[in-house]
């Protein structure tokens, strides 16, 4: 189960799950999480608590209705956030998580990223590449950055639910990444309560699959592959 970024969207993952898909051996199903993509655009600002309501209402509600039971969550940024949340709350089996850049609690570095992201859009850079991917762009991304700029989310955090993880995760971040800084992942890592790997990537940015595709598509084989091996999934 593939959960974008947050400005991306199904087709943005481009042949990314094909290629996972091909080296796995594992079926792919990726969506558009509401306001994103071709899925219904935004009809109002987002609050504080949109990862938790994506992790804690929305994906349980895909899984079920395709009947996926016990899926490997691939999430990036958001979506690796949103997989966090959704396997801390103990509610629904997980197999195992391959988690890139996300977030579980809040930097300057990360609302700097955001601000720039802001300002590259506002000057038409940005926003004419997001054109062709969502339905309402800029709804798309003023849901995404403006709820991340409220003084309100400032002291968002997810630290404290993490040791219900028990599931193994790969975490996977670059060392350039301008959206956070390694103790994201490092932070996962000492805080799960099941097996966790560290992939720090050196020269890489917010987008370890893009960057580094074929380093992070063998670590990800190797994972999935370990991971089905010792919980005698088939």
Same mark, same amino acid.
């Given at each position: 189960?593939?959960? %974008?970024?947050?400005?991306?969207?199904?087709?943005?993952?481009?042949?990314?799950?094909?290629?996972?898909?091909?080296?796995?051996?594992?079926?792919?199903?990726?969506?558009?999480?509401?306001?994103?993509?071709?899925?219904?655009?935004?009809?109002?600002?987002?609050?504080?608590?949109?990862?938790?309501?994506?992790?804690?209402?929305?994906?349980?509600?895909?899984?079920? %209705?395709?009947?996926?039971?016990?899926?490997?969550?691939?999430?990036h940024s958001d979506g690796g956030t949103?997989?966090?949340?959704?396997?801390?709350?103990?509610?629904?089996?997980?197999?195992?998580?391959?988690?890139?850049?996300?977030?579980?609690?809040?930097?300057?570095?990360?609302?700097?990223?955001?601000?720039?992201?802001?300002?590259?859009?506002?000057?038409?850079?940005?926003?004419?590449?997001?054109?062709?991917?969502?339905?309402?762009?800029?709804?798309?991304?003023?849901?995404?950055?403006?709820?991340?700029?409220?003084?309100?989310?400032?002291?968002?955090?997810?630290?404290p639910q993490l040791s219900g993880i028990?599931?193994?995760?790969?975490?996977?971040?670059?060392?350039?990444?301008?959206?956070?800084?390694?103790?994201?992942?490092?932070?996962?890592?000492?805080?799960?309560?099941?097996?966790?790997e560290v992939m720090l990537l050196p020269?890489?940015?917010?987008?370890? %699959?893009?960057?580094?595709?074929?380093?992070?598509?063998?670590?990800?084989?190797?994972?999935?592959?370990?991971?089905?091996?010792?919980?005698?999934?088939?």
């Amino acid at each position: 189960m593939f959960l %974008h970024e947050g400005l991306g969207s199904r087709d943005l993952w481009r042949d990314w799950p094909d290629r996972v898909a091909e080296r796995t051996g594992c079926a792919a199903l990726l969506y558009s999480r509401y306001g994103f993509g071709k899925s219904d655009p935004l009809t109002a600002q987002r609050g504080p608590n949109y990862l938790e309501v994506e992790a804690l209402d929305a994906l349980p509600e895909v899984l079920a %209705h395709f009947g996926i039971e016990r899926p490997v969550l691939i999430g990036h940024s958001d979506g690796g956030t949103i997989a966090l949340i959704h396997a801390a709350s103990g509610r629904w089996p997980v197999l195992g998580m391959v988690i890139m850049a996300p977030h579980i609690f809040i930097e300057d570095i990360t609302l700097e990223g955001i601000r720039q992201a802001k300002a590259a859009f506002s000057s038409g850079g940005l926003r004419r590449k997001l054109v062709p991917f969502h339905t309402d762009v800029d709804a798309t991304f003023s849901g995404w950055a403006d709820v991340w700029l409220t003084p309100e989310f400032h002291h968002w955090t997810i630290e404290p639910q993490l040791s219900g993880i028990t599931c193994p995760v790969l975490l996977i971040q670059g060392e350039l990444d301008q959206y956070g800084s390694p103790e994201q992942i490092l932070a996962i890592a000492r805080r799960v309560s099941g097996p966790a790997e560290v992939m720090l990537l050196p020269g890489c940015g917010h987008a370890p %699959h893009v960057e580094r595709a074929e380093e992070v598509l063998g670590a990800i084989a190797r994972f999935v592959s370990r991971t089905r091996t010792s919980s005698g999934a088939t």
